[in-house]
């Protein structure tokens, strides 16, 4: 089974996070970059199903492809280190600045090439935070869309996952191949062991270009994008709001307050 | 005057709130025409009349409701190519956004989401404005390529009634869109509080209830204030409260009037999902809480001395 697994390296959230001047895209370079978290959730899902499939004698590979500058090598090491087999990053300068259509272009031309029987990906980023990347995959690649999913069983080419929604969750079954992304709580992510970084480094990451992915390059980055930024500025600091400390009729005051506002 | 196509967000026929600020956003950019996806759209009509919707496309067959998403982009991108709109909108909810995607791809169009304001610009076109990176940033953009598709965050825009005829027309889906197949449903107990990102009112509870048994109390003042109930994620990973409850980066964007954190810190993981709330209350314990920040009116205090007494003031101010 040919698991793939969509990892994003995203800006620290911890950190402040800026556009840059001039054409309005995520300034990436001056703040630390990491795995986008719910892409772990991704990662430790399919090295599960990967293994629950080598339990049963059958063969099983995991391949994280990561789309990104030359840092989001360190999130591909990072992710091999955990356990997944090889790595398929794809890296070129006419990628920046790219957008959720043309992101998800580029990565279905990678996944015709690698092949896939599942695809996973984090059900939005940290960065972005659109949630669209897995839809646009499953339309792009022509297959079923389990996507939302809080919980995943593959039987034969059989695959159900819970899909989380507003008012609770759908069972939702389809065939492989397949596209499915995971909301945390589907697991609990593995750190990588001493183990697993020592032989992370001795994976296979193969880099591939626009031009080898088959990528038109004028339907990626800044070139390609469909949206544009017309300006941005930092949110003023909301105005100071008056705290007061309890002095035993604080339920009192809040209550004063809600009335003021006319909430109660 | 082009249509704007709105997808409507109903649970049978019950037309959600988020849907009628989509028909009175729609006013502003052209002849608002809900597209309407399963059964209901009878017992719908008249709330889609009372925002001023021209007509609602009624696409009643039972695959909307059997297939996750693909079916009702595919029917969006028919009428995109049969009707020309000048604007899709749909709310900004989780599959609304995922419909939004793929419709995107079929049409080759550009896409905005979580906009919380969209206007237009000089020469007519949809402006959109976002609150990105938790909050701290505000950013206008539009759409360059295709029909634009925005995916509008609920509680942005205020619905307003303007009465329009809101015309049944059926239309058929041609071609076939299925994928993956929903079989079971769970809705999970919430009792009769309002949606959590359809609330006006969102009281949530974080690490200062101390447990599941604590909680109870933001239970109580979410039902007293007929408020949907929120949490941290140091709830919802404790086990404290349901997962699908929690407000922030990796959870729930909300933007009610009202959000009271009741025992939250504040920090930039939880404010990423409410800090465009309009009012901010916090009761914490810590006065070096990162949420004052945030409060429009913070009370430094023991929750359970301050929410009890809350309860018993907006018991007896009820009775007045």
């Known amino acids: ?264 | 005057m082009a249509e704007v196509l709105v997808l409507a967000e109903h649970t049978g026929g019950e037309v959600k709130k988020v849907t009628c600020e989509l028909i009175t956003l729609a006013r502003r950019f052209g002849e608002p025409a809900v597209v309407w996806t399963g059964p209901g759209a009878q017992q719908g009509q008249p709330r889609c009349a009372e925002f001023g919707a021209a007509r609602v496309y009624v696409a009643a067959d039972a695959a909307f409701d059997d297939y996750v998403v693909a079916p009702t982009a595919a029917l969006l991108a028919q009428l995109v190519t049969e009707k020309a709109p000048s604007l899709v909108l749909v709310a900004g909810t989780a599959e609304g956004k995922e419909v939004a995607g793929r419709l995107a791809v079929k049409t080759n169009s550009g896409l905005i989401t979580d906009a919380v304001d969209l206007r237009p610009a000089d020469g007519g076109d949809p402006v959109a404005e976002q609150s990105i990176f938790g909050g701290s940033t505000v950013v206008h953009s539009r759409v360059t390529r295709g029909t634009p598709i925005v995916a509008m965050r609920p509680n942005s825009v205020p619905a307003q009634a303007e009465p329009g005829p809101a015309e049944l027309t059926p239309v058929s889906l041609t071609g076939q869109a299925d994928g993956a197949r929903i079989t079971g449903r769970v809705v999970a107990e919430r009792g009769e509080r309002p949606e959590l990102t359809e609330a006006s009112i969102v009281v949530s509870g974080g690490r200062g209830t101390g447990g599941a048994e604590g909680f109870e109390i933001i239970e109580k003042l979410a039902d007293a204030m007929g408020a949907a109930v929120g949490a941290s994620r140091a709830v919802t990973d404790a086990g404290w409260y349901p997962h699908q409850f929690q407000v922030g980066q990796t959870g729930k964007t909300v933007s009610p009037q009202l959000y009271m954190a009741i025992g939250i810190s504040g920090a930039i993981q939880h404010r990423a999902g409410m800090q465009t709330s309009k009012t901010i209350i916090a009761v914490n314990k810590d006065p070096e809480a990162p949420i004052f920040e945030l409060a429009d009116f913070g009370m430094v205090g023991d929750l359970f001395k301050v929410v009890p007494q809350l309860l018993d003031e907006i018991g007896r101010r009820s009775q007045l």
């Open chain 1, 1 to 264: 089974m040919n698991i793939v697994v969509c990892v994003k390296q995203v800006p620290d959230t911890g950190f402040e996070r800026k556009l840059k001047p001039g054409d309005g895209t995520l300034d990436r370079a001056s703040v630390d970059g990491l795995i986008n978290e719910l892409d772990e959730y991704a990662i430790e899902e399919g090295l599960r199903i990967a293994e629950a499939r080598r339990e049963t004698g059958d063969d099983a590979e995991v391949t994280i492809l990561s789309m990104g500058p030359q840092k989001a090598a360190d999130s591909i090491r990072k992710a091999l280190s955990m356990g997944a087999d090889k790595a398929v990053h794809l890296l070129d300068d006419g990628l920046a600045g790219s957008d959720a259509l043309s992101t998800s272009y580029a990565l279905a031309k990678v996944l015709h090439q690698t092949g896939f029987d599942l695809v996973i990906c984090g059900s939005e980023s940290t960065d972005a935070r659109m949630g669209v990347l897995a839809a646009m995959l499953a339309e792009r690649l022509g297959v079923p869309q389990l996507s939302l999913a809080s919980k995943v069983d593959i039987d034969g080419s059989a695959i159900r996952v819970r899909r989380v929604s507003d008012d609770g969750y759908h069972e939702v079954e389809a065939t492989l191949p397949a596209v499915v992304s995971v909301v945390e709580k589907i697991n609990e992510p593995r750190y990588p062991s001493f183990k697993g970084i020592m032989a992370a480094k001795k994976k296979p990451v193969q880099t591939l270009t626009l031009a080898e992915a088959g990528i038109d390059p004028a339907a990626v980055g800044l070139a390609g994008a469909s949206t544009e930024v017309v300006d941005f500025a930092e949110r003023p600091p909301r105005q100071a709001g008056v705290i007061v400390k309890d002095e035993g009729d604080g339920g009192v005051k809040v209550a004063d307050f809600l009335a003021a506002r006319k909430f109660i």
